[in-house]
């Protein structure tokens, strides 16, 4: 835990560090720094709760074969 702690720490440094090398400005770098692992943290939520679903691990399979017709297309 404090592993994970330290990196999370350390994540945020960066990304302040590189906002503000690219914008110069501290609010706007704040802000990114704040609202980027937010975003990160709900899009990993939905990732980590959909990876197993049945319904991707039927489709994707046929996907990387091509064998799956484009949609709208007559079977």
């Not at 690219?22 to 939520?45: K, M, Q, R, S």
């Amino acid at each position: 835990m404090v592993k994970s702690a330290s990196f999370g720490v350390v994540h945020l440094g960066i990304a302040f560090g590189v906002s503000y090398a690219l914008t110069g400005d501290v609010a706007i770098a704040g802000a990114i720094t704040l609202i980027e692992p937010a975003v990160n943290t709900v899009a990993h939520y939905v990732f980590d709760r959909y990876w197993g679903h049945p319904v991707w691990r039927r489709w994707w399979p046929r996907r990387r074969r091509g064998d799956e017709a484009p949609q709208g297309a007559a079977a």
